[in-house]
């Protein structure tokens, strides 16, 4: 039996499997690169609804690019969930979601009180976990404008730990 699939490049098209792609969300998990560099090539719209799973990655800064927000990405989303407890400690960070450009994310992170805090602003270059960020921690990135100011949003953040402070990092 044939299975649909949909992608900005060839539209709806047929291929050898079976279903319709998209009944089921994707779950892709990323590989430790070992050192603070880029984690794999950037993400793609074609990508969207994506669940990426962070195993224990151990040592530095690890990024992935978000795609330049076009009219062709708004409504596009990405979800990340830590399935492994980071190294232990609370600076640094160990992964890291990045603009291609001057596209800024808007986002706040949980205060532990109860509240959000915006920690100075509420526009940020980065997002991500820390080095501190414990398994179950997770967030949603979504592309909600072409504007620069107000390109990419962050939405569902889980911090994994006690009073929810640590886990997520913006930058």
């Given at each position: 039996?044939?299975?649909?699939k949909?992608?900005?490049?060839?539209?709806?098209?047929?291929?050898?499997?079976?279903?319709?792609v998209?009944?089921?969300?994707?779950?892709?998990?990323?590989?430790d690169a070992?050192?603070?560099t880029?984690?794999?090539?950037?993400?793609?719209?074609d990508?969207?609804?994506?669940?990426?799973?962070?195993?224990?990655?151990?040592?530095?800064?690890?990024?992935?690019?978000?795609?330049?927000?076009?009219?062709?990405?708004?409504?596009?989303?990405?979800?990340?969930?830590?399935?492994?407890?980071?190294?232990?400690?609370?600076l640094?960070?160990v992964?890291?979601?990045?603009?291609?450009?001057?596209e800024?994310?808007i986002?706040?992170k949980?205060?532990?009180?109860?509240a959000?805090?915006?920690?100075?602003?509420?526009?940020?270059?980065k997002?991500?976990?820390?080095?501190?960020?414990?398994?179950?921690?997770?967030?949603?990135?979504?592309?909600?404008?072409?504007?620069?100011?107000?390109?990419?949003?962050?939405?569902?953040?889980?911090?994994?730990?006690?009073?929810?402070?640590?886990?997520?990092?913006?930058?």
């Amino acid at each position: 039996m044939p299975q649909v699939k949909y992608n900005t490049s060839k539209g709806l098209f047929q291929e050898n499997g079976r279903g319709v792609v998209g009944l089921r969300r994707k779950v892709s998990t990323l590989t430790d690169a070992g050192a603070a560099t880029t984690i794999r090539s950037a993400l793609t719209a074609d990508e969207s609804g994506t669940l990426f799973l962070i195993p224990t990655l151990t040592t530095g800064d690890q990024t992935l690019s978000l795609p330049a927000a076009t009219v062709d990405t708004i409504g596009v989303s990405y979800s990340f969930l830590v399935i492994a407890d980071q190294s232990t400690g609370t600076l640094g960070r160990v992964f890291s979601l990045t603009t291609p450009g001057s596209e800024k994310i808007i986002a706040l992170k949980p205060a532990g009180n109860g509240a959000n805090t915006a920690a100075g602003s509420t526009t940020y270059n980065k997002a991500g976990f820390k080095a501190a960020a414990v398994m179950g921690s997770a967030f949603t990135i979504t592309c909600v404008s072409t504007t620069d100011a107000i390109c990419w949003q962050v939405n569902k953040v889980v911090d994994g730990l006690a009073l929810n402070v640590g886990s997520i990092d913006l930058a």
